[in-house]
């Protein structure tokens, strides 16, 4: 079946360290998000490409890095210069936009 | 200020209530949707509409693009409804060629056996 996975889905790790979440789609979609969901809060977009090989930054985008070098994986690496990381990701992806949007199951990071 | 209103922000029913929620956009949009999140985290795609109504089973979608508000309406409901419900409208984004999301925070729905 296709759609998104995002792993791990728990995540803990030590404040100072850089940490990768993972989010790979078989569904051959062009354009891939992160976002980042708090208690109280709407979605709120990190990252986002519509093509391989380019993304561009969502409201929330200091302290958090991508890449996509292939169409299946948008990576999300949260690094230590991000003030509060700890939340809920969301990955998702599009095919058009008259097509829906399609969400993995999440990662929890947690940085004590 | 939010782009996307969401009301009730929680909501209780009793089984086989009629439930209705409502939301409110602020925006030009290109299409709106319907979120559902379980408690686990992963979130489905309901509805996606960009006038009129849509009905999938015991759900019903509708939206007034003159007055900028959809409502997500739930017949006969069911404790397997028991969720977030999120509206989130597709904007088209000035500078670029891609087009933005902005969700509005959710519904949180318990439906009582």
């Known amino acids: 079946d296709g759609g998104i996975t995002q792993s791990p889905k728990y995540l803990f790790r030590k404040e100072g360290q850089n940490v990768t979440l993972s989010c790979e789609q078989n569904l051959n979609h062009d354009a891939m998000y992160w976002y980042r969901q708090d208690p109280g809060q709407g979605l709120r977009l990190i990252y986002y490409s519509q093509i391989v090989n380019d993304f561009q930054k969502g409201d929330i985008a200091e302290g958090y890095s991508v890449s996509r070098e292939k169409k299946e994986s948008f990576p999300l690496t949260v690094t230590s210069a991000q003030k509060n990381p700890t939340a809920f990701y969301l990955c998702?992806?599009?095919?058009?936009?008259?097509?829906?949007?399609?969400f993995g199951n999440g990662t929890r990071l947690t940085v004590t | 200020k939010n782009e996307v209103e969401q009301s009730p922000q929680n909501l209780t029913a009793q089984e086989g209530e009629f439930i209705t929620i409502n939301c409110s956009y602020s925006?030009?949009?290109?299409?709106l949707h319907w979120l559902q999140q379980h408690p686990g985290g992963g979130i489905v795609s309901l509805f996606m509409?960009?006038?009129g109504k849509k009905k999938h089973g015991r759900l019903i979608a509708t939206i007034n693009i003159q007055e900028k508000h959809s409502s997500l309406h739930i017949t006969a409901s069911h404790p397997r409804d028991s969720a977030v419900y999120i509206c989130?409208?597709?904007?088209?984004?000035?500078?670029?060629?891609?087009?933005?999301?902005?969700f509005g925070t959710g519904t949180s729905l318990t439906v009582i056996p």
């Open positions: 998702a992806s599009s095919s058009t936009e008259r097509s829906p949007l399609h």
């Open positions: 989130a409208v597709r904007s088209p984004a000035e500078g670029n060629t891609g087009n933005q999301f902005y």
């Open positions: 509409l960009s006038s």
């Open positions: 925006v030009g949009i290109s299409a």
